[in-house]
């Protein structure tokens, strides 16, 4: 039996491409996409990073595509098997939700919710997000976790463990492990005037305040670093707080700026070890990128992919905000490096895309089945 898998999302994003082209030659699906925008597709300003991106990876190919102002949408719910959402916070994926009701479609949802990432807050507001969230998820007839804290947050909200089916927040581990070669990782540092037997730290992400490079700078500068030993500092990024971190920074601090897809295996690759220092993160999928890589990770305990990825064999998680605690372990977690790349390596081997397909093949089984 084939299944006619209807999946809807915001934009076409340089994560997911990969795993759809998987999921449409995956025997059993026929995969169709439907974006509620496409303007990703080419250049556009990104307002995190404060920059004009393009992505230089396929976004659209390799799989069927549409988008949703150039939709039938009734008639293509009503000609799917499985209808598949990400989120539930525009009003676009909403109207899809009630129309898969209406016409009795099943709906799985995939979101990236978790409590410390997306919380209730305080009663009033509390009590009816409750309410809208209780609407919401009964019109859905599966979810798909992508990872333990996503998968508690349905539980904590009344879904039952078994419409809860795992689908890790993964990347395409091939296509980062294959780039971060030690030639690579050589030209990087050429590049920036890096010795070659210098360790580094290394941030990649946008220049934010909730991201908070800026605390992993000033941990960076307050470590009692052994002598000589102190490693570079490699900021990848831009972002509104770019002039400020430059502000703060020494000669030992290297801003390289925006760097795209296909040049960010060569950075993993140079570094020894890789920060997430953010607040109210719902996953962070540089963390997979890192240690697909080979580097250990640094994290905070907002970071949804902490939970799942980082731990004492492949890096630290420590409170988010800690920079005095992050201060004291750096010397060590920098001495232990090749033993933290190696963990990491081998822990994010089985979060893959292949898990990926495993949980959706079982979701879509659960709610397809008579």
């Not at 879904?159 to 980062?176: Q, S, T």
Request: with cysteine; proline share 5%; glycine share 10%.
């Amino acid at each position: 039996m084939t299944v006619r898998l209807l999946y809807f999302v915001s934009h076409p994003i340089q994560y997911q491409a990969p795993l759809l082209r998987l999921i449409a030659r995956e025997p059993g699906f026929a995969l169709k996409v439907i974006f509620e925008d496409d303007f990703s597709s080419g250049r556009y300003r990104d307002a995190g990073f404060g920059v004009d991106v393009q992505w230089d990876v396929p976004l659209r190919d390799g799989y069927g595509s549409a988008l949703a102002g150039e939709t039938d949408l009734a008639a293509a719910i009503r000609d799917a098997d499985v209808i598949w959402l990400h989120g539930w916070q525009s009003a676009l994926m909403r109207r899809v939700l009630a129309l898969a009701h209406r016409l009795g479609r099943p709906v799985l949802m995939r979101g990236e919710n978790w409590s410390r990432a997306m919380p209730d807050g305080l009663p009033p507001r509390s009590w009816i997000k409750r309410l809208y969230l209780a609407r919401i998820f009964a019109r859905c007839r599966g979810f798909l976790a992508v990872g333990s804290q996503n998968r508690a947050y349905y539980a904590e909200r009344g879904v039952a463990p078994g419409r809860i089916f795992a689908m890790p927040y993964a990347i395409d581990n091939d296509f980062f492990a294959s780039r971060a070669t030690p030639q690579a990782a050589a030209e990087v540092r050429a590049r920036h005037g890096i010795a070659a037997d210098r360790k580094i730290l290394l941030y990649a992400g946008k220049l934010t305040q909730r991201k908070h490079a800026d605390h992993l700078l000033t941990a960076w500068q307050a470590a009692d670093w052994p002598d000589g030993q102190r490693p570079a500092l490699l900021i990848v990024g831009d972002g509104e707080l770019r002039g400020s971190l430059e502000r703060a920074a020494d000669a030992d601090v290297i801003f390289a700026g925006f760097r795209n897809q296909s040049e960010m295996p060569a950075y993993y690759a140079a570094a020894d070890l890789f920060a997430l220092l953010a607040e109210r993160e719902p996953w962070g999928l540089a963390v997979n990128e890192a240690m697909a890589c080979g580097t250990g990770v640094i994290a905070t305990d907002q970071v949804g992919a902490a939970y799942d990825l980082v731990g004492p064999d492949t890096g630290m998680c420590l409170p988010t905000g800690d920079v005095a605690g992050l201060a004291r372990a750096l010397p060590g977690l920098m001495a232990r490096s090749a033993d933290l790349g190696r963990g990491a390596k081998a822990r994010i081997a089985s979060w893959d895309f292949r898990a990926d397909i495993a949980g959706l093949r079982a979701a879509v089984d659960a709610v397809v089945r008579p």
